[in-house]
């Protein structure tokens, strides 16, 4: 995030307009780093938000400006993860659990054919797929298991999905025109 240092001065200073332009500026670049940390895009906004509004607030209290925008992505990261614990805490298991069992049953071969792709994944892709599809872990947590970088969960993540689809494709169950 390239930030012009006379603009973060001013809005230590307390330049109303410097801080007003200051946010503007940021804003993007949390946006992106938000989409790609929170669960999803309503909780990557809000993150955003609760960031801005922070560095509103709390802009003359840092003690090195060098360290505004490593200090703005942290409070994304840490509201995504807030965020995402909250909906967890919120959504007991044995309710979605309820929901799956009330919904259509997926056929017999569709779950052999699915436990038959995981299972043909390379391990990398397997143990990344399972974290997050199946054990529902977040990009972060997954990541601290498997001693990687989040960058590296995603990638990992859309690989495996990929895979996945492909071999499923092939067996007729995706039809592009549904």
């Not at 959504?91 to 043909?120: G, N």
């Amino acid at each position: 995030m390239g930030l012009d240092a006379q603009l973060v001065e001013a809005a230590y200073q307390g330049d109303a307009h410097a801080l007003n332009q200051l946010l503007i500026t940021m804003q993007p670049d949390l946006k992106r780093f938000a989409r790609r940390t929170c669960a999803t895009s309503e909780d990557a906004e809000d993150a955003v938000q609760v960031a801005l509004w922070k560095l509103h607030t709390k802009i003359h209290t840092l003690h090195k400006l060098s360290a505004l925008a490593a200090w703005m992505f942290r409070i994304v990261e840490r509201e995504c993860f807030r965020l995402f614990s909250l909906f967890k805490r919120t959504v007991p298991i044995s309710e979605s659990l309820e929901e799956t069992l009330q919904q259509a049953p997926v056929p017999l071969q569709l779950r052999h054919d699915l436990v038959a792709a995981i299972v043909a994944l390379p391990t990398h892709y397997r143990e990344i797929l399972i974290l997050r599809d199946i054990e529902e872990l977040s990009a972060p947590e997954a990541a601290a298991q498997l001693h990687i970088s989040v960058a590296a969960v995603k990638s990992r993540l859309h690989r495996a999905r990929a895979l996945m689809r492909d071999q499923l494709m092939a067996g007729s169950y995706w039809a592009g025109d549904e």
